[in-house]
T-cell receptor, first 109, second 117 residues
């Protein structure tokens, strides 16, 4: 079956760094997405990885290892506004998104 | 960037009535649109995939006669919740894929919060 695993909740301190991990099992693979979702709002796109390696985009970076079925989202210089749920989604052979349950990130001052 | 709108942003209806939610791609042509449902503190659940001009493909467990999807043009898809019941209360989100882009070119609408009383 197809499956995405990510931690349910994480807590970090303002100004620190946090890494949110995601492992996936899909029928075929056409890339992995990370989305940010604030409570009561729709997801917003953060990153898309299809090749192995690290993609850096400002304070956010995303890493992919296809051989390990593993990705992480790295958030640096955490700000209070980064408190949100972070959704990992893998694309299968039909380009359908398989969603993780999301990681709720709590930032403390 | 590409923009997807949804209307209404929230709606309250009585049990047994029908509600229509519109999803529009404002500045691109969406060959494929997706409808999701999200219950509180849960992840997105794909309900159906619709391609312009053809019937929607529903996910297992989603009643196609209850959740009517129409994708009549490259910029508009509608989801009609028929004979709504309180258990249908949820956050409904559409997303649209840019026909000219890659798989990463999928954009989400702002969502519609449906409350059935």
């Amino acid at each position: 079956g197809q499956n995405i695993d990510q931690p349910t909740e994480m807590t970090a301190t303002e100004g620190a760094i946090v890494q949110i991990n995601c492992t996936y099992q899909t029928s075929g693979f056409n890339g992995l997405f990370w989305y940010q979702q604030h409570a009561g709002e729709a997801p917003t796109f953060l990153s898309y990885n299809v090749l192995d390696g690290l993609e850096e985009k400002g304070r956010f970076s995303s890493f992919l290892s296809r051989s390990k079925g593993y990705s992480y989202l790295l958030l640096k210089e955490l700000q209070m506004k980064d408190s949100a749920s972070y959704l990992c989604a893998a694309t299968d052979s039909n380009y359908q998104l398989i969603w993780g349950a999301g990681t709720k990130l709590i930032i403390k001052p | 960037g590409a923009v997807v709108s949804q209307h209404p942003s929230w709606v309250i209806c009585k049990s047994g009535t029908s509600v229509k939610i519109e999803c529009r791609s404002l500045d691109f042509q969406a060959t494929t649109m997706f409808w999701y449902r999200q219950f509180p503190k849960q992840s997105l659940m794909l309900m159906a995939t619709s391609n312009e001009g053809s019937k929607a493909t529903y996910e297992q467990g989603v009643e196609k006669d209850k959740f009517l999807i129409n994708h009549a043009s490259l910029t508009l898809s509608t989801l009609t919740v028929t004979s709504a019941h309180p258990e249908d209360s949820s956050f409904y989100i559409c997303s649209a894929r840019d026909g000219g882009g890659g798989p990463e070119e999928q954009y989400f609408g702002p969502g519609t919060r449906l409350t059935v009383t």
